[in-house]
């Protein structure tokens, strides 16, 4: 049924390392719950093989006894989230999905597909032409865009967080969130062919 149902792209978007993979994982985790209790909708995993990776993720995560074990590998552009797929007479990597269905308890007819993607960071990157690295697109097509904020990217929170302890305060600052969400306008604009007054 996956062609007869209307779906909804949900972009998980940030700099490298500001937990995209970690997110997901968790996001799959509660959803189920909280859509439920909340709004009386089923939230199901549509495809277990195709989103094994994020099965996996989230298998490790919360079946962690210590932080060095729920640690997760950082997502490369290459591997199993990423295939490698003709497109416009060259091959490029593009991001797998991970579908999700979504149906209403009291009207079973009701119902769509949520679908997620977990990019590399690297696809952000200012500078990155969506058109010959087509793998962060989907974000022009998505129906939410979900921007990861980095807290230890950020010098004002890291001036806040001075006394903390935490191992993420010895990597140095890459102080360019506000650049990859601005940079990211005028790509979608462009590939949803809107004018510099339209809102995304």
């Given at each position: 049924g996956f062609l007869e149902t209307q779906h909804h792209i949900i972009s998980i978007v940030g700099d490298q390392s500001a937990g995209k993979s970690y997110y997901l994982g968790v996001l799959t985790k509660?959803?189920?719950?909280?859509?439920?209790?909340?709004f009386q909708l089923v939230f199901q995993d549509s495809d277990p093989t195709g989103n094994a990776p994020v099965n996996d993720m989230r298998k490790r995560l919360f079946a962690a006894e210590t932080?060095?074990?729920a640690?997760?590998?950082?997502?490369q552009m290459t591997g199993g989230m990423y295939e490698s797929l003709p497109r416009q007479g060259r091959t490029v990597l593009l991001p797998r999905p991970f579908v999700y269905s979504l149906a209403s308890v009291e009207q079973r007819d009701?119902?769509?597909a949520l679908i997620f993607y977990d990019n590399a960071g690297?696809?952000?990157?200012?500078?990155?032409?969506?058109v010959e690295q087509p793998g962060a697109q989907h974000v022009a097509s998505a129906a939410g865009i979900l921007f990861l904020f980095d807290p230890f990217n950020s010098p004002?929170?890291?001036r806040r967080l001075n006394a903390s302890k935490?191992?993420?305060m010895e990597k140095p600052v890459i102080d360019q969130q506000d650049i990859i969400l601005a940079e990211m306008r005028a790509p979608i604009h462009n590939i949803r062919n809107l004018s510099v007054r339209e809102q995304i």
């Open positions: 509660v959803l189920p719950g909280t859509l439920y209790r909340d932080p060095a074990q640690k997760l590998i950082k997502t009701e119902r769509c690297e696809h952000f990157q200012p500078g990155i032409n969506m004002e929170f890291r935490d191992p993420q």
